[in-house]
């Protein structure tokens, strides 16, 4: 009886240690800093260690830069703690949600808008994705959120299954190789990352008139700025609020957001991820292990 | 029971209370956490509300700022085509649009403060700062392109202050959900927890209970078999005390007795003073019956064993049992199963089975049925332990009568002598006592089971005896000579009986002398060597005792016959004392003419060459 007394004592005791942080507080001596590799570390240095540089200065924390060699890495280097902010891409967020509990902190102002593109050699006159029915469709890389993930979750949402409705689906190395394939008639339709693809005809690597925009997909978030659910928020809110105080009218900061390629960065939420997250999980890029 | 309920019922007490202050202390904590949860939705509404109205005013703000925009970048054009057509635009200006973000700035800074939201500062001192380089541009000569700038920047802040309210409302959600789940099933696991403890605690009442239940009828079988130990005990103590006085009395019954008689035998048919002397002797024989009927309750060895069937023993009572029994009593026998030889009395059997028939009469007022049945029964080591007597083979004879019963207290005392319940003159209350004396000294058991008005059933069990049947009955002796002319020797310590034996024996023929102890009788033993022909001598006498006496006499008188009398019970009498002398003993009281019979008998075995006879018991006395 007085166990049992003791039990019940303890249970409001346990259920409060279920809800309340785990053992061990977080109190990094350094931010570890993580980002995508998604180019040379040389580039990655120019490109972030500015960044770097402003965060230390506006939270007078200790901020460091940690290059991971691919994106598993980067995966386990957060999963381990090893990693404290991380710049994500779309579906790797979402498994180091899954994995970690990854929590979203900010993004860019144009991450919150990404799109995707159908693309189709500039001659065609077919007005419909369903008009390509029967022939073959290209999309980027099979991890790539913009050029694979994403088109094929709207083009589910469309009632249009990919493998059935064409007659062969391919995956290209890069979003310039799908563009080229289409131009090259290689395939009759294409998915690419619409800024990329602006990139492209920019920078003269289509032609004018060589690939024409069938449609595009609603907006979804890609990249995005996440911590560790352990980080306290004494950490967090410096942190989110240097990200947010990055102001384009100061020409020191007006530098650093145009590499960083933002405007600005606003809050991010995780309900910006709801697309990406159903997307990953229908190919079974990601567990279920939140529970969500 | 109920009272044995009672003594442990403390246990139970304290089990329920234990189980109401869990029970209580469940209710108090799910009531508690009820509250708490409400307590945190109450809190966490009223978050709820800081953010949409938080979000309202920062949507406000950003249509606010779209519609700045036009009108900054589209009234110069507006101005420039009212100016062509000379028609004034009547859409607010610039400025009012302003003021009203500045107000919309101020009351969101307002809805801060009350509120708390600390995180929120510094986006919306962005959202002020930037708020006011637009209106300084706006109202200046700034480039456009510098306006343009600040107005992003502050579209930006403000949709960064949106975002971090829709947010931290999200989060709200999150952990509104998160305590919505986790109190149903922290309740249920609450709940789960009570009824696994209730149904605990039920199972735990039930295992006590039978152990109490357990312990209760162990706890009445000890205090059972500590009341037959002490009802046994009693009953030997009362035993010890009347076999004592049973002796005294037969030494006076003895001398009244052979007095009365003596003197009854001097008168005349027609002497007046008979008919005194008769009611002398009516009334000694009357004291002499009852103090055997006390001896056979105080001295149940001293009887004359003989290996016997049951069956036949009622059988044969049936007739002389109707006799006794009144006609609205109907006498069932059920003695006809072939049961195993018991080792008994027979007379005193007779004697149980008619006290034990004599009282179920009485116990029948109005009628009813007797019911004697005799068959085998075999006691285990269980029953024999819970029944307090040994285990083995019985012959058990059951006497049931359907009369007025008896209740736990006379139960308890049916075996005491002197305790009756009859009316005054009716009963002796020795007849039970004298029963368990004979059943006693069978190696028998006796038990009684009644209830006031349901009758009441004696169940005996007398051990089976593994020699065989005698074939042979009691001898019936021819009538006997006892008077004679031999020399008889009387060593007797009491000087009335001594009298008596002495008168009563002359008056037969016979030449006696007496001796007051074994000394003188040793001394007339000297004096007349060769010339005693019986010595008649007690048993128990100060000095040297009786069985000394007629060692040392046997060798002065080899020829002389030896009868040893005593008044004492086989438990006091040393018989190995005197065993291998093969003296015969007569009990007192006895009458002169049987002392004469046995005289006569011990003589005529000695002429007739077989000399001395085994010792054993003689007489009516003795029975």
């Not at chain 2, 700034?142 to 829709?166: N, S």
């Not at chain 2, 959600?173 to 309740?187: G, V």
Request: hydrophobic share 45%; aromatic share 6%; net charge negative.
């Amino acid at each position: 009886m007085r166990r049992f007394l003791v039990l019940l004592l303890l249970i409001p005791a346990l259920s409060g240690c279920a809800d309340g942080d785990p053992p061990g507080a977080y109190l990094p001596a350094t931010i570890r800093l993580g980002v995508l590799p998604d180019q040379s570390a040389y580039r990655l240095r120019a490109r972030y260690l500015p960044l770097v540089s402003y965060l230390a200065a506006a939270t007078s924390l200790d901020v460091e830069l940690v290059l991971s060699n691919d994106y598993p890495e980067l995966l386990d280097q957060f999963a381990a703690g090893e990693l404290d902010i991380v710049n994500f891409g779309g579906l790797t967020f979402t498994q180091a949600e899954a994995r970690s509990g990854a929590d979203p902190l900010v993004t860019r102002d144009t991450d919150l808008a990404f799109t995707s593109c159908y693309i189709v050699p500039g001659p065609d006159t077919r007005s419909s994705i369903r008009d390509f029915a029967g022939e073959v469709f290209a999309f980027g890389p099979r991890l790539s959120t913009s050029g694979h993930l994403m088109p094929r979750h709207f083009l589910g949402l469309a009632g249009i299954d990919p493998e059935k409705t064409f007659s062969a689906v391919r995956y290209s190395n890069g979003h310039d190789h799908t563009a080229a394939w289409v131009r090259d008639g290689e395939v009759a339709i294409g998915a690419v990352n619409c800024v990329i693809l602006e990139a492209l005809l920019r920078d003269r690597r289509l032609g004018p008139g060589e690939i024409r925009v069938l449609e595009t997909t609603p907006t979804y978030a890609n990249y995005v700025w996440a911590v560790q659910p352990s980080m306290p928020e004494d950490i967090r809110t410096p942190l989110r609020d240097a990200f947010l105080a990055l102001d384009a009218t100061v020409p020191e900061q007006r530098d650093l957001l145009r590499s960083l390629g933002a405007n600005g960065y606003l809050p991010a939420a995780r309900s910006d991820f709801d697309g990406i997250r159903l997307a990953a999980r229908a190919l079974g890029l990601v567990e279920r292990a939140d529970g969500k | 029971m109920s009272a044995d309920t009672e003594k442990y019922g403390y246990i139970f007490r304290y089990i329920y209370a234990m189980v109401g202050i869990v029970l209580l202390g469940a209710a108090t904590v799910i009531v508690a956490l009820v509250k708490v949860q409400q307590s945190d939705r109450d809190a966490l509404d009223r978050i709820a509300y800081f953010h949409i109205r938080s979000t309202t005013l920062a949507e406000q703000l950003r249509i606010e700022t779209d519609s700045l925009a036009g009108l900054l970048f589209e009234e110069d054009r507006a101005e420039d085509t009212a100016s062509i057509a000379g028609v004034r635009q009547t859409r607010p200006g610039a400025s009012a649009t302003l003021q009203t973000m500045a107000l919309k700035v101020s009351r969101l800074a307002d809805l801060q403060a009350s509120y708390g939201g600390a995180e929120f500062a510094a986006t919306l001192q962005r959202i002020e700062d930037h708020l006011a380089a637009v209106t300084r541009l706006a109202g200046g000569d700034a480039e456009q392109g510098l306006v343009r700038d600040a107005l992003a920047v502050l579209e930006l802040a403000i949709l960064q202050f949106y975002r971090q309210h829709v947010v931290a409302e999200e989060l709200l959600i999150a952990q509104l959900e998160k305590t919505s789940e986790h109190l149903p099933p922290l309740i249920g696991f609450i709940v789960a927890i009570l009824v696994i403890c209730g149904v605990a605690a039920w199972l735990a009442i039930r295992m006590l209970k039978r152990s109490i239940d357990r312990r209760m009828l162990v706890e009445q079988a000890l205090a059972d078999s500590q009341q037959r130990v002490y009802q046994m005990q009693k009953l030997d103590a009362l035993g010890l005390l009347v076999g004592g006085i049973a002796h005294d009395f037969n030494n006076l019954l003895t001398a009244i007795l052979g007095q009365t008689s003596l003197m009854l035998d001097d008168r005349p048919e027609d002497d007046d003073t008979r008919e005194g002397l008769q009611d002398i002797q009516e009334a000694a024989t009357h004291a002499a019956d009852l103090t055997r009927q006390l001896l056979a309750f105080s001295r149940p060895q001293d009887q004359e064993l003989r290996v016997l069937d049951l069956t036949d023993l009622v059988n044969g009572m049936t007739g002389m049992l109707r006799r006794v029994l009144r006609e609205s009593i109907e006498l069932q026998v059920r003695a006809d199963v072939p049961v195993d030889p018991i080792e008994a009395d027979e007379t005193q059997l007779q004697q149980v089975i008619l006290n034990l028939a004599i009282n179920a009469g009485d116990a029948m007022p109005k009628g009813g049925t007797l019911t004697i049945s005799v068959d085998n029964t075999q006691v285990s080591a269980a029953e024999a332990t819970d029944a307090g007597i040994p285990a083995g083979r019985f012959v058990r004879m059951v006497v049931a009568d359907t009369g007025v019963g008896m209740d736990a207290d006379t139960q308890q005392r049916a075996f005491e002598p002197f305790f009756t319940t009859k009316t005054r003159g009716r009963g002796t209350g020795l007849g039970l006592s004298t029963v368990h004396g004979i059943v006693g000294a069978a190696n028998g058991h006796i038990s009684i089971t009644s209830r006031p008005d349901a009758g009441s059933v004696f169940d005996i069990r007398i051990p089976v005896s593994e020699k065989r049947i005698d074939a042979t009955g009691s001898e019936q002796r021819p009538e006997e000579e006892i008077g004679g002319s031999e020399f008889v020797l009387v060593v007797e310590d009491e000087a009335q009986i001594r009298t008596f034996l002495q008168y009563g024996l002359r008056r037969l023929g016979y030449r006696v002398v007496a001796a007051p102890d074994a000394d003188a009788g040793l001394d007339v033993c000297e004096k007349e060597r060769g010339r005693i022909d019986a010595i008649v001598s007690d048993l128990i006498m100060p000095g040297k005792n009786g069985a000394e006496f007629m060692r040392e006499a046997s060798r002065l008188q080899p020829d002389a016959v030896g009868i040893f009398i005593s008044g004492y019970t086989d438990d006091i009498i040393d018989r190995d004392g005197f065993e291998d002398l093969g003296v015969p003993l007569l009990r007192k009281p006895f009458d002169i003419r049987e002392l004469a019979s046995l005289i006569r008998r011990e003589l005529a075995a000695r002429d007739s060459g077989g000399g001395r006879r085994s010792r054993r018991s003689a007489g009516p006395g003795a029975g």
